[in-house]
């Protein structure tokens, strides 16, 4: 059987690209370096291409979702339309990996209900030549997303190993493409594919770890809606939506038409961001998404809640892009996701809540806690929740009007929180609680059935 991997030699491979450059009807894009960073750009010459590149500044994106697009041209005076759509050809090479599942997620978003038909005319004009990741970029999660390495959705995927390129055909079209404009092609040797195999682990190596499998993050986000992350790093959002801009799998766009003084007019479509404060501003003037704390949370849930629901993926592939674009820092998934994760049961192995013995009794109790198991959770305002905390050692509890227990969390410390329930109340007692501190805030992000420590009663009442 023939073999699907290739091989050829730097001068050979050189010269594939020089003749798709010169010969082909295809406009040719590769990745370019530009200053310090990388930049997918029309390639003039194989020599400006640069397969060892970490990472570009922009996806591939912007060539199936243009950021500036005509859909149609009007003339309001003939009161006539008319639809322009261009059919490019286009190869796109040094495609990485992640940057590949990023638009097998847009195809789903785009095929969906409706087909976007400028879209897809694109993606079927234009063949992928993939490239394996061989620099990380130092904001890359992209292992921990899964997306260092792809079975498809290219049509040649090319490694370089040093001493050649080794070149795994994708698709029918991508054979075609070999057979016609490159020359010297052999199959690759057992020891030249073990060498690829051996590149992607080395990414994995080098890339960053988030602390949650990816596949437990809507859960993590489900139960942390009121974080108070949210509100501590929006408070240093500049509302720019430029880890939007950046990012491969935000597709949300704007439509607005353009007219001219001679009636001559264009729809236009351009990108768009949920972080832009007029992102959700409707015709009657109304924004319902006032607040920015509720625009940088929902950037978070739609990416890794509401999409996961819909259309079961993780609309994050761990670039990093968004993360280098933020000036003040704060958009990196993989720093929101394992902040949150250290707060919550999510992290591996981690008991952080129990107390190892339940002892009861006051002198016992003194500096000891007791197990409280947190029965209720009762949101009030924003900033403050009712608990009802049952003890687990079943001990009699008795308290007096004003006095106060110290809620114990390991690993946190410990809060001193007046009790709110009259002491007629047996079995359980309640604590009304604003999130003010570390122990307060942290017994903000638990569940009912988590487990506290308690101290107490104190005070004289
Ligand atoms: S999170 Fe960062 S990149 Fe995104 S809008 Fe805010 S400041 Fe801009
Ligand atoms: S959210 Fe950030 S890390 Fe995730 S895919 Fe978008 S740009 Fe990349």
């Not at 008319?82 to 590949?100: A, C, F, S, T």
């Not at 490694?159 to 490159?182: F, N, P, Q, V, W």
């Not at 670039?319 to 919550?344: H, L, M, Q, T, Y």
Request: with cysteine.
């Amino acid at each position: 059987m023939e073999s699907s991997i290739k091989k050829m030699n730097r001068e050979d491979w050189a010269d594939f690209i020089n003749n798709l450059i010169n010969n082909s009807t295809y406009e040719v894009i590769g990745v370019k370096a530009k200053g310090k960073r990388f930049i997918f750009a029309p390639l003039e010459s194989a020599d400006e291409l640069r397969l060892d590149y970490d990472t570009t500044i922009l996806p591939p994106k912007k060539y199936f979702l243009p950021q500036y697009e005509n859909l149609l041209s009007f003339d309001l005076s003939k009161q006539s339309v008319n639809i322009e759509m261009k059919e490019e050809k286009r190869i796109i090479i040094g495609v990485h990996p992640y940057d590949i599942i990023a638009l097998q997620q847009m195809d789903k978003v785009y095929f969906d209900t409706y087909i976007d038909r400028f879209y897809k005319i694109r993606r079927e004009n234009t063949i992928i030549i993939g490239s394996n990741i061989l620099n990380v970029s130092e904001r890359s999660f992209a292992t921990s997303m899964k997306a260092h390495t792809v079975t498809s959705g290219y049509d040649l995927m090319v490694t370089d190993i040093g001493s050649s390129i080794i070149i795994e055909i994708g698709t029918e079209r991508g054979k075609k493409l070999m057979e016609r404009y490159a020359t010297n092609i052999t199959d690759a040797t057992e020891a030249e594919i073990k060498k690829i195999e051996e590149i992607v682990e080395s990414i994995e190596s080098k890339d960053r770890k988030l602390k949650v499998d990816k596949e437990n993050i809507p859960n993590l986000l489900k139960r942390n809606y009121e974080h108070p992350i949210w509100r501590e790093l929006s408070e240093k959002c500049l509302q720019c939506s430029s880890c939007t801009i950046v990012c491969p799998t935000c597709y949300c766009f704007d439509i607005r038409d353009e007219v001219s003084l001679d009636l001559q007019g264009k729809r236009i479509r351009t990108w768009d961001g949920c972080l832009l404060p007029d992102f959700t501003r409707i015709a009657s003037g109304e924004v319902f998404r006032k607040d920015k704390t509720e625009r940088f949370r929902h950037r978070f849930y739609r990416k890794g809640l509401y999409i996961p629901e819909r259309y079961n993926f993780i609309a994050c592939i761990g670039c990093g892009r968004c993360s280098i674009a933020c000036i003040p820092d704060i958009a990196d998934p993989f720093n929101v996701i394992n902040k949150i994760a250290e707060d919550s049961e999510e992290t591996r192995g981690e008991i952080i809540f129990e107390i190892p013995v339940t002892r009861g009794g006051e002198e016992e109790t003194a500096y000891i806690p007791r197990n409280g198991i947190i029965r209720r959770i009762e949101k009030l305002t924003e900033f403050e929740k009712l608990f009802e905390i049952e003890l687990e050692d079943s001990i009699d509890f008795n308290y007096q009007p004003g006095q106060f227990v110290e809620v114990s969390i390991l690993g946190v410390g410990e809060a001193p929180i007046s009790i709110s329930s009259p002491p007629i109340k047996k079995g359980s007692f309640e604590l009304v609680v604003r999130r003010v501190g570390n122990v307060t805030n942290k017994l903000h992000t638990l569940r009912e059935g988590d487990k506290i420590g308690i101290r107490g009663p104190f005070g004289r009442g």
